[in-house]
């Protein structure tokens, strides 16, 4: 079946960054558009942008321009979204999904990102 | 503030038909494709209406979805205790080049 697994959680301190991995398996790599999502605590959804393993073009939330950066490693079925000059308030779950621009399915566990100052 | 207006709570009684609204605007409901998600506390989402109104295999028919203009719904018929969740709708936005969430509903069954 279908999975998308997740690196574990995570503890930075603020103006640092972190690296996410997320391990697919179960369908053809390439041939989807992998996805990021994070929920901050007790917060609803947030799109952060997306990647295509194809090749590696991206969209990135404008909000986020400049300090997220998202890849693939089509030789392991792997992506990574890396966020740097890390806030407080980018505490939250990560989450990278399957799908682009339609339909999001299946979802990653979630990497909790816990920044301190 | 989402740009996909969802009332933040929901609830009903066992058995009862309950509506979620997912309120947007042309250049996002208005002219691309609306999927719901549902997500129960410490759990990742779950894909549970794709295209409008289409069911994944596994989710039960008690669920279901329409759209109109620029506003979306989504229907739980013969509501369940094991409904408690929240509900988020989401669209790719042609103005934003961006997916929107709504804010998301809190289910509680009463």
């Known amino acids: 079946q279908v999975q998308l697994v997740q690196s574990g959680p995570e503890v930075k301190k603020s103006g640092g960054s972190v690296k996410v991995s997320c391990k697919t398996s179960g369908y053809t790599f390439i041939s989807y558009t992998i996805t990021w999502v994070r929920q901050a605590p007790g917060q609803g959804l947030e799109w952060m942008g997306l990647?295509?393993?194809?090749?590696?073009?991206?969209n990135y939330a404008q909000h986020l321009q400049g300090r997220v950066i998202m890849t693939t490693d089509t030789s392991t079925s792997t992506a990574y979204m890396e966020l740097r000059s890390l806030r407080i308030d980018d505490t939250a779950v990560y989450y990278c999904?399957?799908?682009?621009?339609?339909?999001?399915?299946?979802w990653g566990q979630g990497t909790l990102v816990t920044v301190s100052s | 503030q989402s740009l996909l207006t969802q009332p933040p709570s929901a609830s009903g009684t066992p058995g009862q038909r309950l509506t979620i609204s997912c309120s947007g605007s042309?250049?996002?409901?208005?002219?691309?494709?609306v999927s719901w998600y549902q997500q129960f506390p410490g759990t990742a989402p779950e894909l549970l209406i794709y295209l409008n109104n289409q069911r994944p295999s596994g989710v039960p028919d008690r669920f279901s979805a329409s759209k109109s203009g620029t506003s979306a719904s989504l229907a739980i018929s013969g509501l369940q205790s094991e409904d408690e969740a929240d509900y988020y709708c989401a669209v790719w936005d042609d103005t934003l080049n961006v997916v929107l969430f709504g804010g998301g509903t809190k289910v509680t069954v009463l």
């Open positions: 990647i295509s393993p194809t090749n590696n073009n991206t």
């Open positions: 999904v399957r799908g682009g621009t339609n339909w999001l399915d299946p």
């Open positions: 042309r250049s996002n409901i208005g002219m691309n494709i």
